[in-house]
């Protein structure tokens, strides 16, 4: 029995020692500033520890539980103290080794839930304990073919995240569309159709005998629940807990941690967090537990680190800016930081014409801060996608500086770019291929070829790994009309066994190993990291916040992936944006919002709206004036009398700072290119590019605000007015049936204004 217990403990050394002497125990106190300390002697009740970035909270914690087993105070068998990942807990057992605190267990939630249920097991349910199911996508695969759903590789990844989201918050499987309307969460696919491949999931799951990591959490809280012997050997063996990144706790852990503690706060329970790191609540994670801890806990000891060990008083400043904007309720209890360092540069802004010029110029500054004497390992460039990693790469391996990609896999070792290289080397090789016969250019090759997996000119609404593969699909096609343009400036041929070549020779090029380099990761890679040097980049809107960030909520948890991302920098800090996706686009993309007010010659923090598309807040009457009748039109920006038309259509100075939604406004291109398509006619004829900009600058919400843009008369209002609303809103038209060829009638009245206005336009798409 006794070794059982052992087993159960989980020590590393069943010898640990379970009662110390107070000998050198303040000893632990040196060193601490005066809040840490706080923290380190707060041993009994509940604690809530609030701790701002590169505050120390680590340090903190580990002082305080070394400081109770040296003291004599805590038994180091009787701590638990748990996180999140792995590398989390095993600093952790590293800090508390260094300061003489043996036995205690440090340790993920998962980690401790399944030892406790493997111990219990016997007499608490009896048989064989079920096998653990690591991987849940072959399964939930295998669900979804048995309810006879055809699902893409990359669907299932969000299929299986949408499973995991609903097991963590507590929701059964016929509970799951009304929980979804609830949480505003934008849904994978049909909600019937996750319906069902839940139950499969689950029933495929015991009849075979697995549980997945969700049920170990499940069945952990449920045995404790139900078993009151078991709950209170629990309680008995551990009496002292710590919890850290409580915001992100997800219900389901919140309801185990109460059955850990008795929940009655009896036992010692220390939290850690901080509200505006909250970046993961698409995983179910959620800041309420730490926001409302002192309610339900009154007496506890509240101690906040505010003082920055880690960034330059420069970054900080941008820091307590970026969170002085915020709204919502973790906005409330933000942490003003105070920086303990010395003074340092000021972060730098750069707005650069495009993405490859963006990334190559920050591949140069990099080797110049690298001449310098910074590491590589010290650099960092974080985006907001996955998808923005590819030009980076390149740009980086152009110039020979090695990197190494965190949190997700390099982007020609990425499946769907794998598959798509393959099936380009297909039709490269075949004389005469019916897919590519008929495509005017390199691009539209690319195009038809990877449309035989599924790919679409517009992209999928939503985000996740269906949208992630779009990305990377979508970037070989750009990839492909770059490359034509360069090759074609050469004077050289740019067809499909070409670029094949050329992407062959970009993947060989990435895949040197680097011990030492660059990291590129995403902002929710980043957190817990930091470097010397960060470059913040992609930072338009659109990108970031991200284009499907539609409530409020939602747009505050994109500012504070922002806020992580800035906090990640110690001493240099670089923020970037491109005007345009490629070379030669349109200049029309704006900086984030986020910086408004805080970065140089920007505006006022909200002047572009909150939460809306194109600036301005949903159901908020659009500033611009309408067309009057008989009197003139001024410019929304600087107020000029407007006579060009153009200008009038897009009611401002063609100089003047757009509001489009760039990433909108491909979305109509592409639409009214496949219009175009079905009823043969120049593009122009459906709408102008000024018509489509005008839309992508002031979204409508309805046929009543669409009707009052220039160029959308009765007749295009009724022929296309659905297809753009549901383009607005951020959704893709179903697939229209024969329609009437709008060459075949005359122009209505705005119509007859929209060409005749804009003649400049009236010319097939280049």
Not at 127 to 137: C, I, W
Not at 179 to 202: F, I, M, N, Q, W
Request: proline content about 5%; aromatic content about 6%; overall charge negative.
């Amino acid at each position: 029995m006794e070794g059982m217990q052992e087993e159960f403990l989980g020590f590393d050394d069943p010898h640990a020692q379970f009662g110390r002497t107070p000998t050198g125990a303040d000893a632990v106190l040196a060193g601490l500033d005066p809040e840490q300390r706080a923290v380190a002697t707060a041993l009994h009740g509940p604690v809530c520890v609030l701790a701002g970035a590169g505050t120390g909270k680590t340090r903190a914690i580990t002082h305080r539980i070394a400081y109770g087993v040296r003291s004599g105070v805590y038994q180091p068998a009787q701590v638990l103290a748990v996180t999140f990942t792995a590398r989390a807990a095993g600093e952790m057992r590293g800090r508390l080794r260094q300061l003489g605190a043996d036995g205690v267990q440090a340790r993920t939630f998962h980690s401790a839930a399944l030892r406790q249920l493997q111990y219990f097991w016997p007499r608490a349910v009896g048989g064989e304990f079920p096998r653990l199911l690591e991987r849940k996508v072959q399964l939930v695969a295998e669900a979804a073919g048995r309810t006879g759903l055809r699902v893409q590789r990359t669907e299932l990844r969000d299929l299986t995240a949408e499973i995991e989201w609903a097991k963590v918050t507590q929701i059964v499987p016929d509970d799951y569309p009304t929980a979804l309307a609830k949480s505003g969460r934008e849904a994978p696919r049909d909600p019937a159709e996750t319906v069902r491949v839940y139950h499969g999931y689950e029933e495929l799951k015991r009849t075979r005998g697995l549980i997945d990591f969700e049920d170990v959490l499940l069945l952990t809280a449920a045995v404790l629940e139900d078993r009151p012997e078991v709950a209170e050997r629990v309680r008995s063996q551990y009496r002292h807990f710590t919890v850290d990144e409580y915001q992100d706790v997800s219900p389901l852990q919140q309801r185990l941690l109460e059955q850990w503690t008795g929940g009655d706060g009896g036992a010692s329970l220390c939290v850690v967090g901080d509200a505006s790191q909250t970046i993961y609540s698409f995983t179910g994670a959620t800041p309420d537990h730490l926001l409302n801890f002192r309610h339900r806990h009154p007496g506890a000891t509240v101690v906040k680190l505010v003082r920055d060990y880690r960034s330059t008083p420069q970054v900080v400043h941008l820091a307590n800016g970026l969170l002085a904007q915020a709204r919502g309720q973790a906005a409330q209890h933000r942490l003003e930081l105070v920086s303990q360092r010395e003074a340092g540069p000021e972060p730098v802004y750069r707005e650069y014409q495009d993405e490859p010029t963006e990334a190559e110029s920050t591949a140069r500054l990099i080797r110049d801060l690298l001449g310098t004497g910074v590491r590589a390992s010290e650099v960092a460039v974080l985006f907001r996608t996955n998808s923005q990693s590819e030009v980076y790469e390149q740009a980086l391996a152009d110039l020979g500086i090695a990197y190494q990609l965190k949190g997700a896999e390099r982007f020609f070792e990425r499946p769907e770019v794998r598959e798509a290289g393959v099936l380009l080397k297909g039709a490269a090789r075949a004389a005469d291929d019916p897919l590519t016969a008929g495509a005017p250019d390199l691009a539209a090759q690319v195009r038809a070829v990877l449309a035989t997996r599924g790919f679409t000119p517009a992209p999928p609404s939503g985000s996740g790994a269906v949208r992630e593969r779009w990305e990377s699909l979508n970037a070989l096609v750009r990839l492909a009309g770059e490359f034509e343009t360069a090759r074609t400036a050469d004077g050289l041929g740019a067809d499909l066994a070409a670029y094949v070549a050329e992407l062959d020779a970009r993947a060989a090029a990435q895949h040197a190993p680097a011990v030492e380099g660059v990291t590129l990761a995403s902002l929710h890679a980043a957190k817990g990291l930091e470097w010397d040097a960060v470059f913040l980049v992609g930072l338009s809107e659109g990108t970031l916040p991200i284009i499907y960030a539609k409530t409020d909520e939602q747009v505050e948890e994109e500012r504070r992936l922002l806020y992580v991302g800035v906090t990640r920098a110690r001493r240099f800090l670089t923020l970037s944006w491109a005007l345009s996706r490629s070379p030669g686009g349109r200049a029309s993309r704006k900086p984030t919002r986020f910086l408004d007010g805080l970065r140089p010659g920007s505006g006022s923090p909200g002047a572009r709206g909150r939460g809306g598309r194109g600036g301005v807040e949903p159901g908020a009457e659009r500033p611009a004036a309408r067309r009057s009748r008989g009197g003139p039109v001024k410019c929304r920006v600087c107020e000029r009398t407007l006579t060009d038309g153009r200008e009038l259509k897009l009611r401002r100075c063609e100089g003047c700072p757009s509001t489009m939604d760039e990433a909108l406004y491909e979305r109509l291109r592409e639409w009214r290119a496949v219009k175009a398509k079905e009823q043969s006619v120049p593009a122009y004829v459906v709408f102008t590019d000024a018509t489509l900009m005008a839309v992508a600058e002031d979204v409508p919400g309805s046929r009543a605000e669409l009707s009052r843009i220039s160029g959308v008369g009765a007749m295009k209002l009724d022929k296309y007015g659905a297809d753009v609303l549901l383009l607005c809103a951020g959704e893709s038209p179903e697939p229209a049936g024969e329609t009437e060829p709008e060459s075949e009638r005359a122009p209505s009245g705005d119509e007859a204004d929209d060409q005749a206005g804009n003649s400049v336009e009236n010319s097939p798409e280049k």
